[in-house]
């Protein structure tokens, strides 16, 4: 592993990253309930994206393949890396389908949904992926202790976005009339939309939270070091990925759109 | 039998039993407790069924062993990148193996089994239809909760979704077993994911038998709504059986990228790679990514029925057109999936056999590509009768057509491969030929259905049927059998037999043709597509006995195949060396191919199909007593 960065400057960046993240996010939640323009929402949501890819997600790395022995630790590193980037590739397309099935079925329209609890669970996601990028940037630099206190912040902040969604959203907006059967006509196609988006983004969620503690539980018995820890960073691109989706989730349900009842 | 029974495959399917009851008696306990009903039509609930089946995919997984490696790695254990062997002979086969050639032939053997009975069923529905009338398949009777004509729906749905698995198990198989050969790699790049891609599809052909038994579905293979959202609870096994493949057909195509993109030997850069490396490429970026909207669209219908989320539902706002969409945006690549492999292969063997230079070698290797690509801009053209909205229809005809271009290319290429050439006639070649020409039948039925005026009289009729049974005999069928007999050396040191070889083409090219050119005969004159009797008026029945005639022929030029094929594995002719006299590396190494592949790394030194050419050579073995240098 080449390391480009000190520590210290490496954290640094992490939390310019996430500065500029946040103040993008607020703009877009200004925007959105202010001149309400779907294309500049659009524009927010490529740059927040192209940030996590490139400052978190270190799309980059695909191209470092220097090492010429195949049987090398950073050589399968770099295979591997590949293999996990066109996973995700791959998901992506799960994604953009339930994204262009919300935009037939809803069109312009939102469903009746807390736009302040929206930002709220997407400020504890964003969080996440800060703690997790500390977390990776201290294995990265060899500090196993550093990593487990990170890890275990992102761990909990990930907990906390599946319950408010899961338990808190989902339930506040079944009180809204959002129901799966679309029981209330009123509602048209939204309520299924709304819980098959959200659904299986907390699925993800859910599955990079088992990934979350398995990369915890064998950092534990030490088996990552600066140079081999193949695992965390795998682990670290899935749950920034995981963000990635809601980074276009979060306005296509409560943000675009206007507001039928 | 006692072996046969502590064979992973049977632990696997002990499993996948033992995990369809926790699961449906889960969901029955739950309703038991809500106060709902616990039993149903078919013993369980649909829920009941539906977790059932996932449950068993997952317990299967877990009780044959393809997954105990990565529980390892997730509790901090590290293994071994390769197991020793613990199986010979035909156990390995049915245990889980790391080895891809092991997994290529186990790949393969499941295509052929599924085309057994896809095939099967297809003998039984063509019999229906050699009269008029309802002969055997009648009203009164009743076979798995279904009557006559619901079985015949269920038969002709099945026929289409088996046969599909079957190829892309079957396209899976070829790749597996050629492709780290054709690049000097020792293995796929993550061996383990391999074993997992072939053993997750094992569930998934059961789940998709289930379908049969628990009521069926008279859907066809598109599943469509509103019809697929009223269908009996075998429609919901055959999403989840479809829903799992799909995942086999996702996971081997990543491997295949990766595997060609990291472990190619040295000196092989991209124009030096063979074309059947570029047509696998080409397949598996398509089957990679698309196929996650056929599993997509399947599940919305799954959760549309046991959620009532009305996706599809238009009483309830949805709309039904948006599930064929997604269906298509898979389902028409898909079969770029399906021939893009077999167009390789026939790129691949024709210059062994006309002892020339592949013609423009760039240009094949690119139109490959230039399929796939175009591939992602036809699906609607299957939509211009749905009722979408009209203003489509124009660009999905013309990016229709475009998809001539790059075939073209191809087409092409191999007529001015063969001028001049010094062809041989064995029973790959016969396939191969037979491939060109069946492809080109296919293909030059394609236009007119791509033509908006023209499809909305042609739409489900027989011509349709037969012009896609052209395609895909032609690009993947007769390659597939070409591929048999021409690597067939390779996995097992013995050769088929030559003389049923050519009986088998010559049986089964003259029937395919009777029997597609029939069907658009017909399909011309006004035969609807998936319905179990047609007016006698029609004046069909002659044809349509025709038909069923040749179908049977089919049929028997397959069974001799495959006895031909089981025979050959221990009494072929011995056949150790380059049979084919072919300059592609696995074949510079004595058959059967050793477990970690070459002995010696090979560096590709010339072009890969210079045939004729004085002096040229392709790769180039290291030896460690002779300098490289020649």
Known sequence: ?261 | MKKFFSTALARGLFWQLIGTLVGAGLVTGIRVLMGLSATDKFFFTEPAWVLGGFFGVLFFLAGNGSVSDWFKWARGIETPEHHEEQYTGWEKYLNVSLDHKVIGIQYTVTALLLICVGGLFALIFRTELAQSQLQFLKVDMKLFGQNGPELYNTLMSLHGMIMIVSILLGVAGIMNYVVPLLLGARDMAFPRLNAFSYWIAVPAAVLLLMSLVLGGFGTGWTGYPPLSARAPVGVQMFFLGVFTAGWSSILGALNVIVTVVRMRSKGMTAMRMPIFVWASVATSIIAMTATQLIGLSFQLVMFQRLFGMGFFDPAKGGNPVLFQHLFWFYSHPAVYVFVLPGLGVISELLPVFARKPLFGYRWVAMSSMGIALVGFLVWAHHMFTSGMNEYLRLPFMYSTLLVAIPTGVKFFSWVATIWKGKLTYPAAMLFVLGGIISFLLGGLTGPPNATVSVDLHLHDTYFIVGHFHDTIFGGFVFPFFAALYYWFPKATGRRMNEFWGKVHFWLMTPSFFVLTLGMMRIGLLGMRRRIVDYDPALNFDSTHLVLTIAGYLIGLAVLIFIINFFYSISHGEKAEGNVWNSRSPEWQVPSPMPTHNYDQPFEVVGEPYDYGLAGSKYVEFAKPEKSKNK
Do not use: C
């Open chain 1, 1 to 261: 592993m080449i390391h480009t960065q000190d520590k210290s400057s490496a954290l640094g960046q992490g939390v310019l990253i996430f500065v500029y993240l946040t103040i993008l996010t607020a703009l877009e939640f200004f925007i959105a309930i202010t001149f309400k323009s779907v294309s500049i929402l659009i524009v927010v949501a490529v740059i927040k994206a192209a940030l996590v890819m490139y400052y978190y997600m270190h799309i980059y790395k695909l191209n470092e393949n220097s090492d010429d022995d195949t049987h090398s630790y950073a050589y399968k590193t770099g295979t591997n890396r590949l293999g996990l980037w066109l996973f995700l590739l791959s998901d992506t397309f799960v994604f953009a389908g339930l994204m262009a099935a919300r935009i037939n079925l809803l069109g312009f329209t939102r469903p009746p949904l807390n736009q302040l609890l929206g930002l709220a669970v997407t400020a504890v996601l964003l969080l996440s992926s800060f703690f997790m990028n500390r977390g990776e940037t201290s294995m990265a630099h060899g500090d196993t202790k550093g990593f487990l206190n990170n890890i275990v912040i992102t761990f909990f902040l990930g907990l906390g976005f599946l319950i408010g969604v899961v338990a808190v959203e989902w339930r506040l907006a079944a009180a809204e009339g959002l129901v799966a059967s679309f029981g209330n006509p009123a509602n048209g196609p939204m309520g299924g939309v709304f819980y098959i988006m959200t659904g299986m983004h907390a699925f993800h969620v859910f599955t990079g939270l088992i990934f979350l503690f398995v990369v915890w539980n064998n950092a534990r018995k030490n088996i990552y070091s600066a140079e081999q820890h193949w695992g965390v960073e795998a682990v670290a691109v899935y749950w920034h990925f995981v963000d990635l989706v809601w980074i276009f989730f979060y306005p296509a349900l409560y943000l675009i759109g206007k507001l039928i009842v």
